[in-house]
């Protein structure tokens, strides 16, 4: 049985949405939907707490600021005794907003979080960085690549 209220609490250390301008603008521009600490619970608890469990990836296609990924962190590290860097090493985000990726960044605190667009792993952004570029070709360059992180 896992004991969700340290991990809420770490969780919920960031402000909901804090940190980032989130006009309404930008909401239709990018289809920005944040979801709050007890709906993430929800969704692992119905994805199975094991399907979490060290060595096992957790890739967030579109991560925003981390919500999901913080809490997942802290799920590794708390519930299956996983060191930060340990649990960091399972996990893995992209998004297309410079300003998510370096606050999921900043919560997680490291990671493999980039810059880029999932579906479109080609497409170069404005503000992406050559190394995340490369990172997106690497991870998302073909078919058999990105299967193996929709497993």
């Known amino acids: 049985m896992v004991n969700w209220q340290p991990i809420k609490d770490l969780t919920?250390?960031?402000?909901?949405?804090s940190g980032v301008d989130r006009m309404s603008s930008r909401i239709k521009k990018t289809g920005e939907i944040f979801t709050p600490t007890d709906t993430v619970?929800?969704?692992?608890?119905?994805?199975?707490?094991d399907n979490f469990a060290p060595g096992k990836t957790v890739f967030d296609p579109a991560?925003?600021?981390?919500?999901?990924?913080?809490?997942?962190?802290?799920?590794k590290v708390l519930?299956?005794?996983?060191?930060?860097?340990?649990a960091l090493k399972d996990i893995y985000g992209v998004d297309i907003m410079r300003d998510n990726v370096d606050l999921c960044k900043k919560?997680?605190?490291?990671?493999t979080i980039i810059m880029g667009d999932t579906l479109n792993p080609h497409r170069e952004l404005a503000e992406q960085t050559e190394q995340e570029q490369r990172l997106m070709e690497d991870m998302f360059g073909d078919q058999m690549t990105l299967k193996r992180?929709?497993?």
């Open 41 to 49: 619970i929800q969704m692992i608890e119905m994805s199975g707490v």
């Open 63 to 75: 991560c925003g600021d981390g919500q999901m990924l913080v809490t997942v962190k802290w799920l």
């Open 107 to 111: 919560r997680l605190g490291g990671g």
């Open 12 to 17: 919920n250390q960031h402000g909901y949405m």
């Open 149 to 151: 992180f929709m497993v």
């Open 79 to 86: 519930h299956f005794g996983m060191t930060e860097e340990q």
